[in-house]
């Protein structure tokens, strides 16, 4: 588990050079934070970070490999690069593995199942996947 608190206190200095810096963090920068606002982005991270990881658990268990990184609107300059991207949940898998979740106490993420169903619908292959792979880096 990530000590969210102090994620927080470092994603506002992240933000701070931004020119769009994401919500609650711009009002926090140019206002400080508000009674527990703090905390409550802290704990909902947590919330998110523990149920990312055993939603990837189960995922695993059931052999799924393929997932996508999908975004809500409005994401960060830091999690953007990485939305509508694939990663593999298999350790040597053909694509990066996915991004911690979530990668900032911003946005929230998720990861979906990219079925082969799915892929086979909408006519995305391997190849296409990994011609725009986006490995997470920090
Ligand atoms: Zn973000």
Not at 21 to 28: D, G, L, Q, S, T
Not at 128 to 135: I, N, S, V
Request: net charge negative; with cysteine.
């Amino acid at each position: 588990m990530r000590e969210w608190l102090a994620e927080v206190d470092r994603w506002l200095e992240r933000f701070r050079d931004e020119a769009q810096p994401p919500e609650p963090f711009a009002r926090a920068l140019t206002d400080g934070w508000r009674d527990g606002e703090r905390e409550a982005l802290a704990e909902s991270a947590q919330t998110l970070e523990r149920e990312s990881a055993a939603y990837v658990e189960q995922l695993r268990a059931s052999g799924v490999d393929l997932v996508r990184f999908d975004c809500k609107s409005g994401s960060c300059s830091v999690c953007v690069r990485y939305c509508g991207k694939a990663y593999s949940l298999a350790e040597d898998g053909d694509l990066p593995p996915p991004p911690p979740m979530p990668i900032c106490p911003a946005c929230r993420h998720v990861l979906n199942m990219l079925t082969p169903f799915f892929m086979q619908r909408t006519g995305v292959t391997l190849d296409d996947l990994l011609d725009e792979a986006e490995p997470f880096r920090d």
